[in-house]
């Protein structure tokens, strides 16, 4: 996993908790909606290069 890829899964993955957070906080659905949808993102590039890894060994 290259530094730049898992810091941007990383990135996605922080601020989707924090867009969620502050969606359940205000009672705002989409920014909530939105949040979950960021983390997945993070999580799905995350995975894929785990399996990039997984075949470069």
Do not use: W
């Not at 730049?4 to 989707?16: L, P, R, T, V, Y």
């Not at 894929?48 to 075949?55: H, I, L, N, Q, T």
Request: zero cysteines; proline letters at 0%.
């Amino acid at each position: 996993m290259t530094a730049e890829n898992k810091a941007a899964a990383k990135s996605d993955q922080a601020k989707g908790t924090a867009k969620e957070a502050a969606g359940r906080i205000t009672d705002n659905e989409r920014l909530t909606d939105e949040g979950r949808a960021q983390q997945a993102k993070g999580d799905v590039r995350e995975a894929g290069e785990k399996v990039k890894d997984a075949f470069k060994r």
